[in-house]
């Protein structure tokens, strides 16, 4: 069962627009660090749709070679076909990842019925070698899945989880009631990782794990050592950098924020453009009255 704090890492990319493997292995090193439970290679905040096919797959596998073999490396796979998800899903798991995130198709979102993608997430699961989480994130997909389909989808005995970025916390609760045991709810951002753990999340796959590891990861610690006090407050510390990093500046913003905590965050690919002057004071304000850097 996975569980735990993971990061859904960005993907380093140097000035000319090449994959930056040399400083993705610092940030890897860095990462192992902490108290991570795993990584997600090919998220959103990975930019995975500005990666070729093969970029990906290459990611994957570097990924998996360089972070310690005893935390999990999840790869995201989600395609726009069932074909294309497989493939990817096989490549993954030849490289050792253990588990597979696969977003919902949506490019023809007014197919994608619930029997549409029950049918995609089935024969997905049918065909992989590796566990499949699911991943809801209908702020980027314009597609909700609802927790009903969940619970469908939680029957095959290789769907074992999903990552839940939609941020309704009666939706996750509901999942989490209605799901088998063994089936990893994982909050999909810092903003509601506390609520979704109370009702008995696994864990958070949370941008904001990028910078704030170790805080999150108190988070989940202080419950389990039923210190509800410690674990709101930590709660509370972490809203305002996950706000920052996600809505607030999104990728742009993330890769700023790891510059200045000592990651290498670079610039983003095209046509995203690097966090303007003006907004990196403002995010440096933030991190700044969250205890993440000294004040001027």
Not at 105 to 116: E, L
Not at 138 to 149: F, R
Not at 203 to 226: E, H, K, P, R, Y
Request: glycine share 10%.
């Amino acid at each position: 069962m996975l569980e735990g704090i993971f990061a859904p890492i960005p993907t380093p990319f140097s000035e000319q627009g090449e994959i930056d493997y040399s400083r993705l292995e610092e940030n890897l090193h860095k990462w192992a660090g902490t108290m991570l439970s795993g990584i997600v290679v090919l998220g959103s905040n990975g930019e995975f749709v500005y990666l070729s096919e093969r970029e990906k797959v290459e990611l994957v596998a570097f990924c998996r070679r360089n972070f310690p073999g005893d935390r999990a490396v999840v790869a995201g796979t989600g395609c726009e076909t069932t074909r294309a998800t497989v493939e990817l899903t096989a490549r993954s798991a030849e490289s050792g990842c253990e588990a597979a995130l696969v977003l919902t198709p949506h490019y023809f979102k007014g197919a994608m019925k619930p029997d549409v993608l029950k049918r995609f997430f089935f024969d997905v699961a049918d065909a992989a070698e590796i566990p499949i989480m699911l991943y809801n994130m209908p702020g980027n997909t314009g597609l909700n899945m609802s927790s009903s389909l969940v619970t469908e989808l939680s029957e095959h005995p290789n769907i074992v989880g999903i990552k839940d970025s939609g941020g309704n916390i009666v939706q996750i609760s509901e999942i989490i009631a209605n799901t088998p045991d063994d089936f990893s709810v994982f909050a999909g951002s810092g903003s509601f990782l506390l609520p979704a753990l109370v009702m008995g999340a696994a864990g958070g796959t949370l941008a904001v794990a990028n910078i704030m590891a170790d805080q999150c990861a108190a988070v989940q610690s202080s419950l389990a050592a039923g210190d509800l006090e410690t674990a709101v407050a930590r709660q509370r510390n972490i809203l305002a950098p996950n706000a920052a990093v996600t809505g607030g500046f999104g990728i742009p913003g993330l890769k700023a924020a790891m510059d200045m905590l000592g990651y290498f965050g670079g610039p983003p690919r095209k046509p995203l453009l690097p966090l303007p002057e003006e907004d990196k004071a403002r995010l440096r304000d933030v991190l700044i009255a969250a205890g993440l850097l000294p004040s001027a």
